[in-house]
């Protein structure tokens, strides 16, 4: 059955499974959502936006300075505003380190100690990642990070012995007995943490590659309920072509309705794609819509930056780039549900991105 809608997906500030790495502070995942029937118009329209000198946009380039950054806000409004929908999700590399602690110790499949904790509980396991996040020392996460870029019951036995003794000190008996589990098991948590196939490695699984674009395509995926279907063209990525493929078809109940987990005050988890058609690979210069893609990706992880950073002395430019890449994240459906956009930060984080898009719409 011949889709309705194509996604165009590219990604910013990939830097694998290095979740400390300074200068990536943010990964971004972003696509452009377009009905079919108006794809050789955004193409048509990208290419007349290209100077001589050019063959395709660099969005990594561009928002650096303010006339880049003057450009890129134009073309998103003035092109990709008038043909597509744009959808991203941030995700704080040391934020989600934390969470990757929570997800690969407290795993109620792999050790005993944790099943008043079950996999979807995402609200309570929202709120133990961000308590963590706020307590846990920098050298502790520090060293599951180490750990978690080569595990191995040893370096998994060091990162959870620091994590118990913190939680002992913070009084934290519950967590401290349940990370106490994954301990006894250490060796049983670090073989379901390596174990793959002829295709697939720890790196590729452990990277937040994945994590993101499965975010990215749950708001695309409840945008098109009973309005169509939706194939992915993702820019080319020889590392994760085989997994993003599996991964996606994997998910994919093709029209099955109950696919939701219902959570706390009316908010909902799209637990599968019931609007996936297909994925491919495809390359900027041979697929010029996903140039748009990737002026999405890196002007969000700029934005963020901005952000963090404060707005005190930015530039209009800044600014104007920061109102633009970040509102979709004031679309929601009155229940708090996010529609276009997702973030995946600590608090503090998500309060400056918030609080960066007050400053800038007034």
């Known amino acids: 059955m011949t889709s309705s809608h194509t996604l165009f997906v590219d990604e910013s500030g990939n830097a694998g499974v290095n979740y400390l790495d300074a200068a990536q502070p943010f990964h971004v995942a972003a696509g452009v959502l377009v009905r079919n029937e108006r794809l050789d118009s955004l193409r048509a329209a990208l290419h007349a936006r290209l100077r001589s000198?050019?063959?395709?946009?660099?969005?990594?380039n561009l928002t650096r300075s303010a006339n880049g950054q003057r450009r890129v806000t134009s073309i998103l409004t003035e092109v990709v505003g008038q043909h597509a929908t744009p959808f991203f999700v941030v995700m704080e590399r040391r934020f989600t380190l934390t969470a990757k602690l929570v997800d690969v110790f407290l795993d109620p499949a792999h050790q005993d100690a944790v099943d008043w904790l079950p996999t979807s509980a995402v609200v309570e396991r929202c709120a133990i990642t961000e308590f963590l996040d706020a307590k846990l020392t920098t050298a502790t996460l520090e060293t599951f990070a180490r750990a978690y870029r080569s595990p191995s019951p040893d370096s998994f036995?060091?990162?959870?012995r620091m994590t118990i003794a913190e939680l002992n000190a913070l009084r934290q008996t519950q967590l401290a007995a349940s990370f106490q589990g994954a301990l006894t098991s250490v060796e049983r948590v670090c073989e379901a943490e390596i174990q793959g196939d002829e295709s697939t490695s720890h790196a590729q699984w452990a990277s937040l590659n994945l994590?993101?674009?499965?975010?990215?395509?749950?708001?695309?995926?409840t945008s098109l309920d009973s309005v169509g279907t939706y194939d992915v063209v993702h820019d080319a990525t020889v590392e994760f072509e085989g997994l993003l493929r599996e991964i996606s078809n994997a998910f994919s109940v093709p029209g099955q309705p109950d696919v939701d987990l219902q959570l706390e005050a009316g908010l909902t988890y799209r637990g599968a794609f019931r609007n996936f058609a297909g994925f491919s690979i495809s390359d900027s210069k041979t697929e010029s819509a996903l140039q748009a893609a990737d002026l999405v990706a890196s002007s969000v992880g700029r934005a963020a930056r901005i952000a963090v950073t404060g707005l005190t002395n930015c530039t209009k430019e800044a600014r104007d780039l920061c109102r633009l890449a970040l509102s979709p994240l004031l679309r929601n459906d009155g229940e708090g549900n996010q529609l276009f956009a997702g973030v995946f930060t600590s608090p503090r984080v998500r309060s400056a991105l918030f609080t960066a898009l007050r400053m800038v719409a007034r």
């Not at 000198?53 to 990594?60: L, P």
């Not at 993101?212 to 995926?221: E, F, G, K, P, T």
């Open 53 to 60: 000198s050019e063959t395709e946009f660099k969005g990594s």
């Open 157 to 160: 036995g060091e990162s959870l």
């Open 211 to 221: 994590p993101a674009y499965m975010h990215l395509l749950r708001y695309v995926d």
